[in-house]
């Protein structure tokens, strides 16, 4: 399986990385007590569903295996990373 590539903010704009403003909006509210990480984890994966709705109808099969191939890998890479520990860093 190729290795998926984490997107990185161009280095024109470093300050828009969508991945660091969601983990920022997940911290939020976490710190705020209360949150349950499969709650947050369904919101996250409705959004990603919305995104794929917006593509046309003959290309929303083949982002949705992207997706679900992206999130192994990227998973499998930071685990990996990380040693096992939470993080958020590209």
Known sequence: ?????????SQEDPGECLH???IDMVD???AAGGADAAELVTLVA???VDLILR????????LMAHTLSALGDLFLQKREADGDRSGSTH
């Not at 399986?1 to 903010?9: G, I, L, Q, S, Y």
């Not at 593509?55 to 083949?62: G, P």
């Open 1 to 9: 399986m190729p290795k998926v590539e984490t997107p990185r903010p």
């Open 46 to 48: 409705e959004s990603l």
């Open 55 to 62: 593509v046309t109808a003959d290309e929303q099969a083949s």
């Open 28 to 30: 939020e509210r976490i």
């Open 20 to 22: 660091c403003e969601i």
